[in-house]
């Protein structure tokens, strides 16, 4: 049996409301501007965290107008596979990824350089059903 989701919520002037775009726009920035240098998330991960599709992670991080400021170089595929990159490709950020010393070999991340939080078979950033 498919577990329903719950709509993600916002609390706004005393009563809460189902959330439009722009806030998940707003949560998925800035949660990935907490993953710290060297590490990864992946997009399976913050869509745990938010209750949301990792395919709407990613739209979101793809329309992303501040790729440094908002690091979305650092979100992976949960198969630790790079994936795209719109400012440039995989290429751009595979290089962007080596420069902050995660170790990207065969278009992959190494595990060690994924978040705790987000490691396979890790109970922390999922939510709970």
Do not use: W
Request: a positive charge.
């Amino acid at each position: 049996m498919p577990l329903a989701r719950i709509p993600l919520l916002v609390y706004e002037r005393g009563i809460f409301r189902e959330a439009h775009l722009e806030d998940l726009r707003e949560a998925v920035y800035m949660l990935v501007s907490t993953i710290p240098v060297g590490k990864v998330a992946t997009y399976k991960c913050i869509a745990n965290i938010l209750g949301v599709s990792p395919r709407l992670v990613a739209l979101v991080l793809k329309e992303n107008k501040q790729p440094i400021v908002v690091p979305c170089h650092r979100v992976v595929m949960s198969s630790l596979r790079v994936g795209g990159y719109s400012m440039g490709g995989s290429r751009v950020k595979e290089r962007l990824l080596s420069i902050e010393g995660v170790t990207v070999r065969a278009g992959g991340v190494s595990e060690s350089s994924v978040l705790d939080e987000c490691r396979v078979g890790s109970t922390k950033g999922r939510r709970k059903s």
